[in-house]
């Protein structure tokens, strides 16, 4: 036991491990805050659909031969995001569909492009890395970690002054449009929170992770919890216990990360499921 | 003084016409009844109204001092309201937030609104319970409650009465009918039953084939006349 625990002190001395604890607990905070809202709008896999259309953009951008490709990959991925959102159900074709296709849709696309243009000669590897992260968590520049603090702040800022109006649009877009609430301007704002915390969590754990992180904790607490308020910060702590857990045991076990906070997440939504069936059984 | 107007107004979605030349109004203190078949537009109309989709053609108007803010709308239930976790509490007391503009948190009169709200409705002791473990009733009454935190003025109901039982159906007449006669809440419902409607409201609009708005004195005669000259074809 004391071996652990020195093997984890030595770990913590080293900042590449404190960084990736630090963007790693950041990612799973505000992954989670938007998850519950996807989750109950329908738009569980969106999280994993902009990813890839954030991959299609990246091809564009290497195709064109962009340097600095940030910029444009985080436009298209944000316009992808309110179209999706936009998409509403008025559409004929429905939300979680609409995803599947631009999903798949822009790998395919992008594969097409890199294959066909691109230079590179690991064009497997590229693909992969969009699956499980392009920079490993455990490399992280302090640009990175800079970065993802401010966008933290700034997604939680949000989250606490929109909260009542994410409920309401999430809850009855209709009612909210009705009674005189800017539901489409907040629906905007979402939508571009979200593209904007994929974009920069993508390239630093993946998008298997970022999907998980969105729909896990959300789906966890919503087995025990039944007000929106209880659900919110009940994802937001399980988020993060899970991701700190996960992290832990894959730099102390050597599993890789992702893959290693995504199963603590599975088995944290199991512990809740069990705790729910449990509670719901005692009162009927 | 009419609240809203509206002329010769064409229901419909995309190129496809629902209805057309439809024409009414409604004054302060008006129970208007909306009757028809399933599918003649009714909820269209009511959404149309209400802005959430545009006229194909024709002109809705609401009277000076009314605003969207002012409205209070109780939906056709939607699925996704059936799982979704919140408190009575979060959800009538959202009825509020149409006043609000940007600022971020409810403040104490929008509590003692809501508290209010849950007060007329009879559900202040379903205040902390779960939306969706809420029946049928109860969850209407949830939404009416909210509808009355968005106004005091004019309330917008589709279908309240839908899946409801007989004995919890009259209760929500009641309800609805105070509204009307001792708030003076401006009423316009949705509903398939015209001997209630005809028993409650003040105004008729039936829509189908053969459209027809006025008083509910004039649609006994018009049913009248309709029923006659179905005898007649005989
Ligand atoms: N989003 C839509 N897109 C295209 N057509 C629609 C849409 N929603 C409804 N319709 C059509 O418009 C017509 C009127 O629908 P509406 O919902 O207004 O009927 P309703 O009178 O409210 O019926 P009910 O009594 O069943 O509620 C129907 O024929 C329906 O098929
Ligand atoms: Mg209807």
């Known amino acids: 036991m004391t071996d652990i625990f020195s093997t984890l002190a030595f770990y913590l001395q080293r900042s590449f491990v404190v960084n990736a604890l630090i963007v790693g607990v950041l990612i799973a905070l505000c992954s989670s805050l938007l998850g519950v809202t996807l989750v109950l709008k329908r738009y569980s896999f969106i999280g994993d659909g902009l990813s890839h259309v954030a991959f299609g953009a990246m091809a564009i951008a290497a195709v064109v031969g962009l340097t600095n490709n940030m910029p444009l990959v985080l436009a298209i991925t944000v316009v992808c995001a309110i179209l999706l959102l936009r998409i509403g159900k008025n559409a004929k074709i429905k939300g979680d569909a609409a995803i599947a296709m631009i999903s798949v849709g822009s790998l395919a696309i992008g594969y097409l492009l890199m294959n066909l243009f691109s230079t590179s000669s690991n064009l497997s590897g590229d693909v992969c890395s969009t699956l499980f992260g392009s920079t490993s968590i455990l490399t992280l520049s302090s640009f990175d970690v800079w970065m993802c603090v401010i966008l933290s702040v700034i997604v939680v800022l949000f989250f606490v002054l929109f909260y009542n109006k994410i409920f309401s649009v999430t809850f009855d877009e209709n009612f909210a449009r009705a009674t005189g609430q800017r539901a489409s301007l907040y629906n905007l704002l979402i939508a571009i929170v979200i593209a904007v915390i994929i974009v920069v969590s993508m390239q630093l754990v993946g998008s298997l992770l970022i999907s998980a992180l969105v729909i896990f904790p959300a789906l966890s607490a919503m087995r025990v919890f039944k007000s929106f308020k209880s659900v919110t910060i009940c994802a937001a702590i399980v988020s993060v216990i899970c991701a700190l857990t996960g992290l832990l045991t894959s730099i102390l076990a050597g599993t890789p990360v992702g893959s290693t906070i995504v199963a603590v997440d599975i088995v944290a939504f199991i512990i809740f499921s069990v705790i729910g069936k449990i509670k719901g059984g005692s009162k009927a | ?234």
């Open chain 2, 1 to 234: 003084m009419p609240q809203l107007i509206c002329k010769d107004l064409s229901l419909g979605y995309g190129s496809q016409e629902i209805q057309h030349g439809l024409s009414f109004e409604v004054n302060s203190g008006d129970y208007l009844c909306i009757v028809g078949e399933n599918g003649s537009g009714k909820t269209t109309l009511m959404k149309t109204v209400l802005g959430l989709q545009k006229p194909l053609s024709g002109t809705i108007e609401f009277s000076e001092g009314l605003s969207s803010r002012d409205i209070g709308y109780l939906p056709q239930q939607t699925d996704v309201q059936r799982d979704f976790p919140a408190s009575v509490q979060e959800i009538v007391i959202s009825g509020c937030l149409g006043r609000k503009g940007f600022s971020p948190f409810y403040n104490k009169d929008d509590k003692a609104l809501a508290q209010r709200s849950m007060e007329r409705m009879n559900i202040l002791d379903l205040k902390k319970r779960c939306y969706r473990e809420l029946s049928g009733g109860q969850q209407q009454r949830v939404l009416l409650a909210r509808a009355l935190c968005a106004t005091q003025k004019i309330l917008l109901l589709d279908e309240p009465v839908a899946g409801l039982d007989p004995k919890v159906t009259a209760d929500m007449y009641e309800l609805i009918d105070s509204l009307n006669k001792d708030d003076g809440v401006t009423i316009i419902m949705i509903s398939h039953d015209v001997d209630k409607a005809l028993r409650y409201a003040s105004h008729i609009l039936h829509i189908g084939n053969e459209c027809f708005f006025g008083t509910k004195e004039e649609y006994r005669d018009f049913k009248d006349g309709a029923v006659k000259g179905e005898d007649d074809n005989d």
